[in-house]
Each structure stands twice: as C-alpha cells, then as structure tokens.
Nanobody, 127 residues
Framework: QVQLVESGGGLVQAGGSLRLSCAASGLTFSIYTMGWFRQAPGKEREFVAAISRSGGRTYYADSVKGRFTISRDNAKNSVFLQMNSLKPEDTALYYC????????????????????WGQGTQVTVSS
C-alpha cells in the first residue's frame, strides 16, 4: 500500500520558519511528481508547490513564491518544504501528494489530479 507521511508542522510566530518533510513508501518514488497543498477551515484545498521527478523543475503559488522552497531526495523517497517568513494566512493543514508522471515536466497543479495523499500536518502561525 502507498503511504505518504508528513511531519514538521507546529506553532510558530509570524516571521518564523518551519521545514516540512514527507516520507513515501510503497511506490516507485522517482516517477512521481510531488506536491504540497494546504487547506484552511472553510476553504478549498489549494496548491502550494510542486516538483518534477528529478527535481529539475519547481512551481509555486504566487502567495508563497520567494518564501517557500520545495526540494526532494529520491534516494530517501522524501520531499521537503522549507517555509520562511511565515504569515498568519499560511495557517492551514498541509498535505503531501503524489502524481505519476511520464516525464520530468509537471503537467498539473490541480489537487484532483494527484493519486496519493498523506494525512496532513498542521501549521499554525501566530501574530
């Protein structure tokens, strides 16, 4: 069975930093586009960042560009999200997701097109 397990969430003050990790198992990690999504109470799940199979291409939501960095380590079946200069509006449940890809190009940033999801890790930013 495919499993994605997030970790690294917590409570942090505005302006602080946090690093999220996602460990994958039960899949051939290197053929998957990996993404991070988040969902706040009463809101739809939204795209945060994505990274292609080799890590050569990355994509970010406008709201986090310049503050967040996505990376992956295929040897360890892991993907990471470094979050700096955190704002209260970043508060949400953050999910790791996997989408099988036929190339090193990310073709979708839509949550509905990702096949596998983790349980989520809570990030709360206080002001």
């Amino acid at each position: 069975q495919v499993q994605l397990v997030e970790s690294g969430g917590g409570l942090v003050q505005a302006g602080g930093s946090l690093r999220l990790s996602c460990a994958a198992s039960g899949l051939t990690f290197s053929i998957y586009t990996m993404g991070w999504f988040r969902q706040a109470p009463g809101k739809e799940r939204e795209f945060v960042a994505a990274i292609s199979r080799s890590g050569g291409r990355t994509y970010y939501a406008d709201s986090v560009k310049g503050r967040f960095t996505i990376s992956r380590d295929n040897a360890k079946n892991s993907v990471f999200l470094q979050m700096n200069s955190l704002k209260p509006e970043d508060t949400a449940l953050y999910y790791c997701a996997a989408d099988p890809a036929v190339s090193d190009v990310v073709t979708t940033l839509k949550a509905g097109n990702y096949d596998h999801w983790g349980q989520g890790t809570q990030v709360t930013v206080s002001s």
